[in-house]
Structure formats: C-alpha cells, structure tokens
C-alpha cells in the first residue's frame, strides 16, 4: 500500500523518513518536490548542517506491494534456471568420464 507524503498528502510509492523540523517528528517526505526543500536534495543534508539544522536523515521507505508478483516471482526463476544449469554441467562432466573410459 502506498503510503501519503506527510507534507502534500500525495500517496506515494517511495519515501524519505526524515525529521525536518525542531518538533523532531519523523516525517514521510515524496522524493523530489517535498524532500528538496527540506533536505537541500542532499541525503543527510550534509554539509548543509546550518541551512537545515532540524533536516534528519532516517532512511528510505519503500511499498512492497508497488513490486508487484512479477518481480517476487523473479528469484525463484533465477534459482531454478541456476539448478537447471548445474545439472546440465554434472550430466557433461558425466559425458566426458565416460568418453575417457
Ligand atoms: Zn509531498
């Protein structure tokens, strides 16, 4: 489920937890429109300690569910073709015992 940009209300897929001011409540901050003008657009707002005093930095909030199945389903898919690969390897390592013999 997305979740609203605590400053515009907008649901968003991605966002910047981050404190912005001396409440220090941990916002929810949309990338881009929301987050430049607290943060400066800079993560941790380094180096620009004096022009946002209260700017904090609390990591990335993602929606899961905005992946979708296709992407979930994906790692399996990989580990699968990756076992399919290894067997076919053995079986040609196998071949080529038997054409030693
Ligand atoms: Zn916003």
């Not at 400053?7 to 409540?25: G, M, V, Y």
């Not at 941990?26 to 430049?36: L, N, R």
Request: hydrophobic fraction near 25%.
């Amino acid at each position: 489920m997305p979740k609203s940009c605590t400053l515009c209300s907008t649901p968003r897929s991605i966002l910047i937890r981050c404190q912005i001011d001396e409440t220090q409540q941990w916002h929810f901050v949309g990338t881009g429109a929301c987050w430049k003008p607290v943060s400066g657009g800079v993560e941790g707002a380094r180096g620009l300690e004096n022009e946002y005093p209260h700017y904090r930095y609390g990591g990335m909030w993602k929606d899961r569910s905005a992946d979708g199945p296709v992407s979930a389903k994906k790692p399996r898919k990989v580990k699968e073709r990756r076992k399919e690969e290894a067997r076919r390897r053995v079986n040609a390592d196998k071949e080529e015992e038997d054409r030693e013999d």
